[in-house]
């Protein structure tokens, strides 16, 4: 089956820097990548998604950029605030029909620091 | 905005003891699924439901099953709790294959 590596497990960054969380996974058939943002206490969101036919997503500071080749997939939050304290997931799965099976990373706490 | 809520936000069992832990969505979502959360090993998949009466395990089943006889109602039970299965249970649901939208968890204690 699936086996998603995330990394770092944590990360401190200043305010206003840049943070990367980077995933590898196993499985060449996975086709789609989510990430998911857990702040504390609160439930897991998904905050943006990846499919295999697409290289880079972009929205507002956050981006993901997927190398298919290398199997593995970024995270990128420019202009880190305060608000983006907290776990982000990535996750990995092939969509074969109307369910996905999510195998998910071991999580990133990130903390931004004023 | 969709719903999905979990009977219980914490939840102290003793050993052996039968649990039931309990995820409602209003959403009419054909998929639900039961992930347990610990740390530094993510979201775990342990069973997950494509349709009434369909299950089907997922990665970490062991010690588990699971219910599911109305749509909006997934039940995840655990036969003979052990202090191993002291854990964060999140319940999620989706429509489609992608965005899947979770409840609040469950934080069980087995002593």
């Known amino acids: 089956g699936e086996n998603v590596e995330q990394h770092p497990s944590t990360l401190s960054v200043q305010e206003g820097d840049s943070a990367v969380i980077k995933c590898t996974y196993s499985?060449?058939?996975?086709?789609?990548f989510p990430w998911y943002k857990q702040e504390l206490g609160k439930r897991p969101q998904l905050i943006i998604d990846i499919r295999s036919n697409v290289g880079e997503k972009k929205d507002q500071r956050i981006a993901v950029t997927l190398n298919k080749t290398a199997k593995h997939f970024s995270l990128h939050i420019t202009e880190t605030q305060p608000e983006d304290s907290a776990v982000y997931f990535c996750?990995?799965?092939?969509?074969?029909?109307?369910?996905?099976?999510?195998?998910f990373g071991g999580g990133t706490r990130v903390l931004v620091k004023p | 905005d969709v719903k999905v809520t979990q009977s219980s936000r914490y939840l102290v069992k003793r050993t052996g003891e039968k649990v039931f832990l309990e995820c409602v969505q209003d959403?009419?979502?054909?998929?639900m699924f039961w992930y347990r959360q610990d740390p530094g090993l993510g979201l775990r998949l342990i069973y997950f439901?494509?349709?009434?009466?369909?299950?089907e395990k997922g990665d970490i089943p062991e010690g588990y099953s699971v219910s599911r006889e109305k749509k909006e109602r997934f039940s995840l039970i655990l036969e003979s709790a052990s202090t191993n299965q002291t854990s964060m249970y999140l319940c999620?649901?989706?429509?489609?294959?992608?965005?899947?939208?979770f409840g609040p968890g469950t934080r069980l204690t087995v002593t």
């Open positions: 499985d060449s058939a996975s086709n789609y």
């Open positions: 439901s494509y349709d009434v009466k369909m299950k």
């Open positions: 959403m009419d979502h054909e998929n």
């Open positions: 999620a649901s989706s429509r489609t294959a992608y965005e899947q939208y």
């Open positions: 996750a990995a799965t092939e969509i074969k029909a109307a369910v996905n099976k999510l195998t």
